[in-house]
């Protein structure tokens, strides 16, 4: 009888394609996915422009935007930069600040700046950005959909400017107290700095970046150097006279907190108080590179940008204090730079120790100081009457200059005068911790 070969032939046939499908499994496995999906990594991003109300409300696009795709440009997520609209309110138009991930990137963008329509305006190398004006934004997306992984942001350059004062009726700020009594003098007593002061800030640099400092009275005896980085010819505005004199003023007239301390004039603004995010932010480099322990800015912006806030950290690593206003718009945030932690930002109370009715609140103000009815010097040898955060912020920096004077550590600046300030009976988003006091 013939065996029937088939069952057999066909359960070894079996065998050898479960081998082959093994083997050729464990081959797969070894290799790994011929197409393998990159994770996506997140922007970069800038960390909260405020310490206060940090929502922003929904704003259309504007003209002169760059297009969602050249965000996407990259086949590295990674590497894809953080773009923001240009051209939108409070920015300088048709400019845009191009901030790039290393020196070198920065340098091959400027040689090929002008073959794209894009003119340059400046660049800081430290903080790698380049403020750049345009026509269209056609030239830029062009560059980065070429050269995306060289850019870290691409946003506007927002208007920085002496702060003014608003109408003193209907505060958008509900919970501004509206203090309106003027001290009609520097408000030194107020501070505890009514003594002899003659020593005060004795070896102390405080670069004051605002509208320059022309010659008066009051600062006569006083070292100052002076740095132009508008260079447009025109007249000088006064606000930064008044804010040197309220620092180191040193006559009768006008007694500044610290007129020992010498100043470094750094003139950022033009004859109407206007300046700029990129120029204030090469303006803090340049005054920590030229050895200011106190950086006075009696000026601010409504936005956030990396090179401001990468400015601030660059002084604040080289251990400088930097004084800001808290701003005069009467809004529950803060104004830039003063809004970025660390920063000692100061709002304005009147003659009653009441929030002024201009002083913008926010969550992280450090605290208050005299900014009603100030006496101070001006141009053209004149004295004013003014009020701001301003000179509540310059009246701040002369008395840093003298805890520094006398020895105290940079790092220590902010703990001691909060905690030596006189308390005040309203909200910490008002007032800070209180009313700034001169520790003996």
Same mark, same amino acid.
């Given at each position: 009888?013939?065996?029937?070969?088939?069952?057999?032939?066909?359960?070894?046939?079996?065998?050898?394609?479960?081998?082959?499908?093994?083997?050729?499994?464990?081959?797969?496995?070894?290799?790994?996915?011929?197409?393998? $999906?990159?994770?996506?990594?997140?922007?970069?991003?800038?960390?909260?422009?405020?310490?206060?109300?940090?929502?922003?409300?929904?704003?259309?696009?504007?003209? #002169?935007? @760059?297009?969602?795709?050249?965000?996407?440009?990259?086949?590295?997520?990674?590497?894809?930069?953080?773009?923001?609209?240009?051209?939108?309110?409070?920015?300088?138009?048709?400019?845009?600040? @191009?901030?790039?991930?290393?020196? $070198?990137?920065?340098?091959?963008?400027?040689? +090929?700046?002008?073959?794209?329509?894009?003119?340059?305006?400046?660049?800081?190398?430290?903080?790698?950005?380049? +403020?750049?004006?345009? *026509?269209?934004?056609?030239?830029?997306?062009?560059?980065?959909?070429?050269?995306?992984?060289?850019?870290?942001?691409?946003?506007?350059?927002?208007?920085?400017?002496?702060?003014?004062?608003?109408?003193?009726?209907?505060?958008?700020?509900?919970?501004?107290?509206?203090?309106?009594?003027?001290?009609? &003098?520097?408000?030194?007593?107020?501070?505890?700095?009514?003594?002899?002061?003659?020593?005060?800030?004795?070896?102390?640099?405080?670069?004051?970046?605002?509208?320059?400092?022309? &010659?008066?009275?009051?600062?006569?005896?006083?070292?100052?150097?002076?740095?132009?980085?508008?260079?447009?010819?025109?007249?000088?505005?006064?606000?930064?006279?008044?804010?040197?004199?309220?620092?180191?003023?040193?006559?009768?007239?006008?007694?500044?907190?610290?007129?020992?301390?010498?100043?470094?004039?750094?003139?950022?603004?033009?004859?109407?108080?206007?300046?700029?995010?990129?120029?204030?932010?090469?303006?803090?480099? *340049?005054?920590?590179?030229?050895?200011? +322990?106190? =950086?006075?800015?009696?000026?601010?912006?409504?936005?956030?940008?990396?090179? @401001?806030?990468?400015?601030?950290?660059?002084?604040?690593?080289?251990?400088?204090?930097?004084?800001?206003?808290?701003?005069?718009?009467?809004?529950?945030?803060?104004?830039?730079?003063? %809004?970025?932690?660390?920063?000692?930002?100061?709002?304005?109370?009147?003659?009653? #120790?009441?929030?002024?009715?201009?002083?913008?609140?926010?969550?992280?103000?450090?605290?208050?100081?005299?900014?009603?009815?100030?006496?101070?010097?001006?141009?053209?040898?004149?004295?004013?009457?003014?009020?701001?955060?301003?000179?509540?912020?310059? =009246?701040?920096?002369?008395?840093?200059?003298?805890? @520094?004077?006398?020895?105290?550590?940079?790092?220590?600046?902010?703990?001691?005068?909060?905690?030596?300030? +006189?308390?005040?009976?309203?909200?910490?988003?008002?007032? %800070?911790?209180?009313?700034?006091?001169?520790?003996?």
């Amino acid at each position: 009888m013939r065996t029937n070969r088939l069952p057999i032939i066909v359960f070894t046939a079996a065998l050898a394609l479960m081998a082959m499908s093994v083997g050729w499994l464990a081959l797969e496995m070894n290799r790994g996915p011929v197409v393998e $999906e990159l994770p996506r990594a997140k922007a970069p991003s800038t960390s909260k422009a405020r310490k206060g109300n940090d929502a922003k409300p929904g704003v259309a696009e504007p003209q #002169g935007a @760059l297009s969602a795709a050249a965000a996407k440009s990259s086949t590295d997520a990674a590497a894809a930069p953080k773009i923001e609209p240009l051209n939108g309110p409070d920015t300088m138009p048709d400019e845009a600040l @191009l901030t790039f991930r290393t020196p $070198e990137a920065l340098a091959a963008f400027r040689d +090929r700046a002008a073959a794209l329509g894009l003119e340059v305006l400046g660049y800081d190398t430290k903080l790698r950005t380049a +403020r750049v004006r345009f *026509k269209d934004a056609a030239g830029l997306e062009k560059d980065l959909a070429e050269h995306a992984s060289d850019y870290a942001h691409v946003g506007p350059n927002y208007v920085v400017r002496v702060p003014g004062l608003p109408a003193a009726e209907a505060p958008t700020d509900t919970a501004n107290a509206g203090g309106r009594v003027p001290f009609r &003098s520097q408000g030194l007593d107020a501070i505890g700095a009514a003594a002899n002061r003659a020593g005060w800030g004795q070896g102390v640099t405080v670069a004051v970046i605002d509208s320059g400092i022309s &010659s008066h009275s009051s600062l006569q005896n006083t070292q100052v150097t002076h740095i132009d980085m508008v260079n447009d010819g025109g007249a000088m505005n006064g606000h930064g006279t008044a804010m040197a004199s309220l620092i180191a003023g040193n006559d009768a007239n006008v007694g500044g907190v610290s007129p020992a301390a010498r100043l470094l004039d750094i003139r950022v603004t033009d004859a109407n108080g206007d300046s700029n995010t990129a120029l204030l932010s090469s303006a803090i480099v *340049k005054a920590t590179d030229l050895g200011a +322990r106190v =950086i006075n800015v009696s000026l601010g912006s409504s936005g956030n940008t990396p090179m @401001l806030e990468e400015a601030v950290r660059y002084a604040q690593k080289h251990n400088v204090v930097i004084v800001a206003a808290a701003g005069n718009e009467q809004q529950s945030a803060l104004s830039m730079p003063a %809004g970025y932690s660390g920063v000692l930002s100061v709002g304005a109370v009147d003659a009653n #120790g009441t929030q002024a009715y201009f002083s913008n609140s926010g969550n992280g103000l450090t605290l208050v100081a005299p900014g009603v009815g100030i006496v101070s010097g001006y141009t053209d040898s004149k004295l004013v009457m003014g009020s701001g955060t301003s000179q509540a912020t310059a =009246i701040t920096s002369g008395v840093v200059a003298y805890l @520094l004077g006398r020895g105290y550590y940079s790092a220590n600046i902010i703990p001691l005068l909060t905690r030596t300030a +006189r308390t005040l009976n309203a909200p910490a988003t008002a007032v %800070g911790a209180g009313l700034i006091q001169v520790a003996q």
